[in-house]
T-cell receptor
Framework: AQSVAQPEDQVNVAEGNPLTVKCTYS??????LFWYVQYPNRGLQFLLK??????LVKGSYGFEAEFNKSQTSFHLKKPSALVSDSALYFC?????????????FGTGTLLAVQP | DGGITQSPKYLFRKEGQNVTLSCEQN?????MYWYRQDPGQGLRLIYY???????QKGDIAEGYSVSREKKESFPLTVTSAQKNPTAFYLC????????????FGSGTRLTVV
């Protein structure tokens, strides 16, 4: 069965420090991977995706993610965190189990950036 | 601008009432989805639709109903059979193919009073 895991419920980082939000996946085919961000009482916003090609994917707001096939991971990174990056982050993977458009979401990681 | 609109933003329901949440998109997307989000939890899929006049149950469909009479619209009805409907509801849409990910609406917060 397809699945995606975000092992950390919360990540705390000081402003200006690099941040990493972890995601691992399990799929039966080629992984299509996505990161979304959610601010309080808002919908999810797309950050970036990996479909194929370069393992380092650059996205919105200075975020990037590294696809690692051997470790089945797709960690979200940013070189220098901002207080405004504080939000809930979701990793998602395309579901190969039926409807090919459907995404499977992780449980979310709350990023808290301290000033 | 193209986008996906959910209304209302806040909704209050009395015990035993049915309420309908609206979701409209002008992105020409084929597929549409409804998710429920509870505090401290992730997204749980309620229903989804790949094409007009067709929809499938998600993981937590009990107590909910949907229709897909138009490509642009995918309303969700929360029925009185849903015993704990207080939650944040998110609608999403996407193109066919699996490459594009979802576009989300801004959500509806439903509270039982």
């Amino acid at each position: 069965a397809q699945s995606v895991a975000q092992p950390e419920d919360q990540v705390n980082v000081a402003e200006g420090n690099p941040l990493t939000v972890k995601c691992t996946y399990s799929v039966s085919g080629n992984p299509y991977l996505f990161w979304y961000v959610q601010y309080p009482n808002r919908g999810l916003q797309f950050l970036l995706k990996y479909i194929t090609g370069d393992n380092l994917v650059k996205g919105s707001y200075g975020f990037e993610a590294e696809f690692n096939k051997s470790q089945t991971s797709f960690h979200l990174k940013k070189p220098s965190a901002l207080v405004s990056d504080s939000a809930l982050y979701f990793c998602a993977v395309r579901d190969y189990g039926g409807a090919t458009n459907k995404l499977i979401f992780g449980t979310g990681t709350l990023l808290a950036v301290q000033p | 601008d193209g986008g996906i609109t959910q209304s209302p933003k806040y909704l209050f329901r009395k015990e035993g009432q049915n309420v309908t949440l609206s979701c409209e998109q002008n992105l020409n997307h084929d597929a549409m989805y409804w998710y429920r989000q509870d505090p401290g939890q992730g997204l749980r899929l309620i229903y989804y639709s790949q094409i007009v006049n067709d929809f499938q149950k998600g993981d937590i469909a009990e107590g909910y109903s949907v229709s897909r009479e138009k490509k642009e619209s995918f309303p969700l009805t929360v029925t009185s059979a849903q015993k704990n409907p207080t939650a944040f509801y998110l609608c999403a849409s996407c193109r066919q193919g699996g490459y594009y990910g979802y576009t989300f609406g801004s959500g509806t917060r439903l509270t039982v009073v």
